[in-house]
């Protein structure tokens, strides 16, 4: 042992082949040791970590987080989602998720309620939406949970809506908020997305207003994301410059962008 250890501090060209040899596998072994034992640690270490949202632990959501942020930088906006002919879409449309809706609906009294950067609301009817350009979108709509479905919506772009309300201050903040009436489900949008054209204040499917369990009377279309964002039954909407309350993402660490 204590001749391997010399040969360890001995200059390559003054030692012999097996000498040589043996002092290269000692290094070898050396570094297995130390990787191995620090893998080991880490892994510990991770165990130990708090989780940040319930389900994934604070490190890795932070390494999550990070990706994200890249990926967002890289494909933020312009990119369009692909579109498909009205013949191609389901007919009837899939129905999933009735958080927020089993609370029984006024239907007659249902407003959006706007709740402005200046603390002011706004209550907008549906008829008031239907005014503003009407948009149609046919696309293959993704759920996290691993189905997809090609679906026929009409409604207004988000981005019209800001624009005809004069909610400019609000279009510079960097979330959107949205909740159903009963503010049992709701999500957080990032304000590039929401702006994205594809964006829709959602009442129709396949030309008709859209079902009850499916969000009437107005819900959330946002093709650059999973499913989970398409908030079903719109009761409130709001901004902030900080990341606004996400179900998915606070109850269950799922990410907080959910993007495509
Ligand atoms: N209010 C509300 N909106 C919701 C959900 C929900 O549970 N409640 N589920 C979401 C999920 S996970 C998906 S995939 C879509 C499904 O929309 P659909 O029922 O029109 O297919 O709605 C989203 N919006
Ligand atoms: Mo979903």
């Not at 009409?154 to 624009?163: D, I, P, T």
């Not at 969000?215 to 499913?227: A, D, E, T």
Request: one cysteine or more; hydrophobic letters at 40%; aromatic letters at 14%.
């Amino acid at each position: 042992m204590a001749n391997f250890l010399k040969d360890i501090f001995t200059r390559n060209s003054k030692l012999s082949i097996d000498q040589l040899i043996m002092k290269k596998t000692m290094i070898a072994f050396f570094f297995f040791f130390v990787f191995a034992g620090a893998a080991f640690w880490g892994w510990k270490w991770l165990r130990k970590q708090p989780s940040a949202s319930g389900k994934t632990s604070a490190p890795i959501r932070k390494i999550l987080n990070t990706n994200e942020a890249i990926f967002r930088g890289l494909l933020s906006g312009k990119k369009l989602t692909k579109e498909y002919p009205v013949s191609m879409a389901a007919n009837p449309a899939r129905v999933n998720g009735n958080l927020g809706l089993t609370t029984p609906l006024d239907t007659a009294n249902w407003a959006m309620n706007v709740i402005k950067a200046n603390g002011d609301t706004l209550k907008i009817k549906l008829d008031e939406i239907r005014k503003l350009p009407h948009t149609r979108i046919v696309f293959n709509f993704k759920c996290i949970e691993g189905w997809s479905q090609i679906t026929y919506w009409g409604g207004v772009k988000f981005s019209e809506f800001m624009k005809a309300y004069g909610l400019d201050k609000e279009t510079d903040m960097k979330y959107l908020g949205l909740s159903t009436p009963d503010k049992q489900y709701y999500v957080g949008i990032d304000m590039p997305s929401a702006m994205h054209p594809q964006t829709l204040l959602c009442y129709e499917l396949n030309d008709q207003p859209l079902p009850l369990n499916q969000g009437y009377p107005l819900r959330l279309i946002i093709p650059v994301k999973y499913g989970v964002k398409s908030l079903k039954r719109i009761g409130f909407m709001y901004f902030d410059n900080k990341r606004t309350p996400d179900y998915w993402a606070d109850k269950k660490g799922y990410d907080y962008f959910s993007g495509l």
